[in-house]
Nanobody, 121 residues
Framework: QVQLVESGGGLVQAGGSLRLSCAAT????????MGWYRQAPGHQRELVAS???????NYADSVKGRFTISRDDAKNTVYLQMNSLKPEETAVYYC???????????????WGQGTQVTVSS
């Protein structure tokens, strides 16, 4: 059974930095695209950043130049480096990894449990 385990959230002052990690554990045959989403109270979940298997990255306009997504396939892990954080970015951050657990099976989306990021003003 595959699980995604997130870490790295917490409380930080405006302008500070945090690094989120998300590791996939279990039986994994092949990794696909990975991404980070966030959901603030009263808002829909939104894409923050994504990265393909070839390293192509995509960012929400609001985080370009401040956030960096990266992956380490040897560790089945995706990271999100967040710099110059703003109070309005307070939210629960979720990782998403698309993967296949066997050669004959299709890729499926897996989600982390979410990690709280709170940015104080």
């Amino acid at each position: 059974q595959v699980q995604l385990v997130e870490s790295g959230g917490g409380l930080v002052q405006a302008g500070g930095s945090l690094r989120l990690s998300c590791a996939a554990t279990g039986s994994i045959f092949r990794l696909g695209a990975m991404g980070w989403y966030r959901q603030a109270p009263g808002h829909q979940r939104e894409l923050v950043a994504s990265i393909t298997t070839t390293g192509y990255t995509n960012y929400a306009d609001s985080v370009k130049g401040r956030f960096t997504i990266s992956r380490d396939d040897a560790k089945n892990t995706v990271y999100l480096q967040m710099n110059s954080l703003k109070p309005e970015e307070t939210a629960v951050y979720y990782c998403n990894i698309r993967l296949a657990i066997a050669p004959i099976l299709n890729f499926q989306d897996y989600w982390g449990q979410g990690t709280q990021v709170t940015v104080s003003s």
